[in-house]
């Protein structure tokens, strides 16, 4: 495979009505703190780091998105209460790699993204998902949007019980960790919607897994 053949997975982040925002500093500020958080914890797939880019959008390059649930969620979650859209593209990427900015890079992918952003706001999506494999990507864009919208509609605390329950552990667990009444958190648990979301994720993570094999696959035909 020749270098300037070779794809990756760009994640285009854009603050929703940053605009109209009241308080554009405290956004800002919120929106550098997820950027950071995320490139902490997912350096081990992150070809440049996410960055401001323009304005108030910020871009990432990655390898895989095996992670790119817990991403998405860990970055939304830290943005909270500012909400941003998110979209992923797949391709190819003619300049810039080897700086490892984002704001160098430059190629296919970031345009897909720029119009798949576009889209986007069009539709009202807070996410979409295009590799050129419109099966997956379907029903990955689907199934996240319907999550997402549940999922801003929790308070903190409701997001945080939903999170620590989804991670096993029990109610007098996270009632310790949380410093809150077993009752409290049984009743958190019991108010949210917790069985649909997280059947949603693990049919996610499913069909990133199924995408993540049939890229890699088309990727091996190439070579």
């Known amino acids: 495979?020749?270098?300037?053949?070779?794809?990756?997975?760009?994640?285009?982040?854009?603050?929703?009505?940053?605009?109209?925002?009241?308080?554009?500093?405290?956004?800002?500020?919120?929106?550098?703190?997820?950027?950071?958080?995320?490139?902490?914890?997912?350096?081990?797939?992150?070809?440049?780091?996410?960055?401001i880019t323009r304005g108030d959008e910020a871009a990432l390059v990655l390898t895989s998105i095996e992670s790119l649930m817990d991403l998405v969620f860990v970055f939304l979650d830290h943005l909270m209460p500012y909400k941003a859209r998110i979209v992923i593209t797949y391709g190819?990427?003619?300049?810039?790699?080897?700086?490892?900015?984002?704001?160098?890079?430059?190629?296919?992918?970031?345009?897909?993204?720029?119009r798949e952003m576009i889209q986007c706001k069009r539709s009202m999506r807070k996410f979409s998902i295009n590799t050129d494999t419109k099966v997956y990507d379907e029903a990955i864009t689907s199934i996240m949007n319907l999550i997402?919208?549940?999922?801003?509609?929790?308070?903190?605390?409701?997001?945080?019980?939903?999170?620590?329950?989804?991670?096993?552990?029990?109610?007098?667990?996270i009632a310790r960790l949380l410093k809150k009444p077993q009752q409290q958190v049984s009743q958190i648990i019991r108010s949210?919607?917790?069985?649909?979301?997280?059947?949603?994720?693990?049919?996610?993570?499913?069909?990133?897994?199924?995408?993540?094999?049939?890229?890699q696959v088309l990727k091996n035909k190439r070579t």
């Open 1 to 51: 495979m020749k270098v300037s053949d070779k794809k990756y997975f760009v994640i285009l982040v854009d603050l929703i009505r940053s605009q109209k925002l009241q308080n554009r500093q405290s956004a800002t500020k919120r929106l550098k703190q997820s950027i950071a958080i995320v490139n902490k914890l997912f350096q081990k797939d992150i070809v440049s780091p996410m960055e």
């Open 92 to 114: 190819v990427l003619t300049t810039g790699i080897t700086n490892r900015r984002s704001t160098e890079i430059d190629g296919p992918a970031f345009y897909l993204a720029d």
């Open 192 to 215: 949210i919607p917790y069985d649909s979301m997280r059947d949603g994720k693990i049919a996610i993570k499913t069909l990133v897994d199924e995408l993540h094999r049939h890229l």
């Open 148 to 173: 997402l919208l549940r999922w801003e509609k929790l308070t903190a605390l409701r997001r945080r019980v939903f999170q620590l329950y989804d991670h096993g552990k029990t109610q007098n667990e």
